[in-house]
């Protein structure tokens, strides 16, 4: 019954397509099958039991399933997970502070960066693709108070770490440690420097692996998200636990 809800609802959103939003949306929509609440400052500010713009300033958790779709992906959360996310330049960035993300990718030209609580990400360099008419690669990020796992139900996922490339096969997961971000980092680089209004500026704002800028795009980004985000300064990519 709730794929049949899904569905339902799906169709809703892409009749919905057209409705203007406000300045803090993503090109998406976000799909509850219970409540989905948004968060900003702490601060409950919507509870959604309907379709609706996905606002990239504010932290989603589900009470339930809930659906996000974006151009190229549709991310499915289970039950009590809390992420957001929010596309700077070519990335599509998500960010998990707790729960489990099953993605499925159709545009597998579009890149990603996967973010955790600790503030450290892996970026995605490329996908394989199966051999079969569809072309869709599916896979899920999964966040516990001790590590993060990410991995692949359908293709491949070529990740970049601190380790260098890593290929996420099919039917195969890299764990990655939850270590805290040195203390080091707290204190230097853009994202540090930001005033305390924009917050989390610096967690999605990145221009190449290992480097954080402190832009028009990340300052928008960060104001909602400052009580439930760790603004740990410069990021550094995950590194898989050996």
């Not at 992906?73 to 997970?81: P, Y």
């Amino acid at each position: 019954m709730k794929s049949l809800r899904i569905a339902t609802l799906l169709i809703a959103a892409a009749m919905m397509a057209g409705v203007s939003t406000a300045g803090a949306a993503t090109e998406g929509r976000i799909i509850p099958t219970n409540r989905v609440s948004l968060e900003k400052n702490g601060s409950v500010v919507a509870n959604l039991t309907s379709q609706a713009p996905v606002d990239e300033n504010a932290l989603i958790i589900c009470h339930g399933t809930c659906m996000v779709k974006l151009r190229g992906v549709s991310l499915v959360a289970t039950d009590k997970t809390e992420f957001a996310v929010k596309q700077i330049g070519d990335f599509m960035n998500i960010y998990v502070k707790q729960g489990k993300i099953n993605f499925i990718i159709t545009d597998t030209s579009r890149q990603f960066a996967f973010y955790m609580p600790n503030g450290s990400y892996v970026k995605t360099e490329g996908f394989v693709v199966p051999a079969s008419t569809d072309s869709a690669v599916k896979g899920y990020i999964d966040v516990t108070g001790k590590a993060t796992a990410i991995g692949m139900e359908r293709g491949g996922m070529v990740v970049q770490t601190t380790n260098g490339r890593q290929m996420i096969s099919q039917g195969h997961a890299i764990q990655l440690a939850m270590a805290e971000v040195p203390a080091a980092a707290k204190t230097s680089g853009a994202a540090a420097a930001l005033p305390s209004s924009t917050g989390v500026a610096g967690i999605f704002s990145h221009a190449t692996l290992g480097m954080v800028i402190g832009g028009g795009a990340a300052v928008a980004w960060g104001a909602g998200l400052a009580s439930t985000i760790n603004n740990s300064g410069v990021k550094k990519p995950a590194s898989p636990n050996r």
